[in-house]
């Protein structure tokens, strides 16, 4: 059974940084494409980033290049986020994907707000 | 990063049939097929359907899905109470590198 186990989300001030971890299990991690989704309260599910199987190219929305970085850890089987310079519109709860959307985490809250 | 189109909302009767529709272009569901996601509230998204139109082990055959052109349709059949859930498509841009999704169908059962 694929468990995808997503931490790290938080209450943070305009401005600060938050690192985002998934960790999966039961999934050949190797090569496989990951992505971050997030769903601001009372709203849809928004695509945030994905890193290839390889690491070698990595993908983000307009509204967060620039200030997120995704990277992996093969030896780890873990996906991270790396968000800086948030802003309340950032808001959400955050999900870690596998593949083609295949398998999800129960995903975690980051709050940004003063 | 314009969405793709899925109506808001769609009501049907108990035991019926719903057919929820997601447009987008042929940089997108026209060229990659689309994959569709289940929600419950409070819940993570659950994926119902690959984008080859194929069910991950575990999702009901009552599920199944399908495409023309830029046009993805989830076919829902025998629709049952916990079938009640919000319904997002969801594909791989290969023009932005983008995965775009809609805005989701809030299904109904009566």
């Known amino acids: 059974e694929v468990q995808v186990v997503e931490s790290g989300g938080g209450l943070v001030q305009p401005g600060g940084s938050l690192r985002l971890s998934c960790t999966v299990s039961?999934?050949?991690?190797?090569?496989?494409?990951m992505s971050w989704v997030r769903q601001a309260p009372g709203k849809g599910l928004e695509w945030v980033a994905t890193i290839k199987g390889d690491g070698s190219e990595t993908y983000y929305v307009d509204s967060v290049k620039g200030r997120f970085s995704i990277s992996r850890d093969d030896a780890k089987n873990s996906v991270y986020l790396q968000m800086n310079s948030l802003r309340a519109e950032d808001t959400a709860i955050y999900y870690c994907a596998t593949e083609t959307m295949s398998n999800w985490g129960q995903g975690t809250l980051v709050a940004v707000s003063s | 990063q314009a969405g793709l189109t899925q109506p808001p909302s769609v009501s049907k009767d108990l035991r019926q049939t719903a057919t929820l529709t997601c447009t987008g272009n042929?940089?997108?569901?026209?060229?990659?097929?689309a994959v569709w996601l289940q929600q419950h509230q409070g819940h993570p998204p659950k994926l119902l359907s690959y984008?080859?139109?194929d069910r991950p082990s575990g999702i009901s055959e009552r599920f199944s899905a399908s495409r023309l052109g830029n046009t993805a349709s989830l076919t829902i059949t025998g629709l049952q109470p916990e079938d009640e859930a919000d319904y997002y498509c969801?594909?791989?841009?290969?023009?932005?590198?983008?995965?775009?999704f809609g805005g989701g169908t809030r299904l109904t059962v009566l």
């Open positions: 984008r080859n139109n």
């Open positions: 969801s594909a791989w841009d290969t023009r932005l590198r983008a995965w775009i």
């Open positions: 039961g999934f050949t991690f190797t090569n496989a494409w």
């Open positions: 042929s940089n997108d569901v026209g060229n990659q097929g």
